[in-house]
């Protein structure tokens, strides 16, 4: 049973915080699904990380291409994602269920925290899930430094 990580956003925006989480996850040998709320934003985020240049060479997809199923990390705005994810990387307020982060590895939840209507989701979300049971970690980078902040331990 997974975790959900909350991502609380203040220093960095998600084009630069989302690929340092994708090179961790990775790491792990996950495979990963970034889900959004709007197509437009997905097809930008796809064009950043084609943009981090050689070093930080992240290999993923847009969904709709030919090979979903085999793509490291796809970047969508459906829940039912064809990749087989270990991980689901959440932005923009795109629903997370309780049964998303229990069979999930990890479920990591990023949020702008200058939107107030972007952390009043992230606060309905945290209640929605760790009431339901889940295992949740509260991460702010407000310091400079991400430093975990709360954490709940889940059924």
């Given amino acids: 049973m997974g975790a959900a990580y909350f991502y609380h956003l203040t220093q960095a925006p998600v084009?630069?915080?989302l690929p340092r989480l994708l090179e961790k996850a990775?790491?792990?040998?996950?495979?990963i699904v970034v889900r959004g709320t709007n197509s437009e934003r997905m097809a930008w985020l796809d064009e950043?990380?084609?943009?981090?240049?050689?070093?930080?060479?992240?290999?993923?997809?847009?969904?709709?291409?030919p090979h979903d199923?085999?793509?490291?990390?796809?970047?969508?705005?459906e829940v039912d994602a064809a990749n087989e994810a270990a991980c689901?990387?959440?932005?923009?307020?795109?629903?997370?269920?309780?049964?998303?982060?229990q069979a999930s590895e990890r479920v990591c939840i990023l949020f702008d925290g200058?939107?107030?209507?972007?952390?009043?989701y992230a606060r309905t979300q945290w209640?929605?899930?760790?009431?339901?049971?889940?295992a949740a970690q509260y991460w702010s980078e407000?310091?400079?430094a991400w430093e975990k902040k709360a954490e709940s331990g889940g059924d």
Avoid: N
Wanted: glycine share 14%; net charge negative.
């Fill in 88 to 101: 689901l990387m959440s932005i923009d307020g795109a629903v997370v269920s309780p049964q998303e982060v």
């Fill in 127 to 134: 209640k929605t899930l760790t009431d339901a049971g889940c």
């Fill in 48 to 65: 950043k990380l084609w943009q981090q240049g050689d070093a930080s060479f992240l290999a993923h997809g847009l969904e709709g291409g």
């Fill in 15 to 17: 084009d630069v915080t």
């Fill in 26 to 31: 990775r790491g792990a040998g996950w495979r």
């Fill in 114 to 120: 200058y939107d107030q209507d972007a952390v009043a």
């Fill in 142 to 144: 407000e310091s400079g």
């Fill in 69 to 77: 199923d085999l793509q490291p990390i796809l970047l969508t705005t």
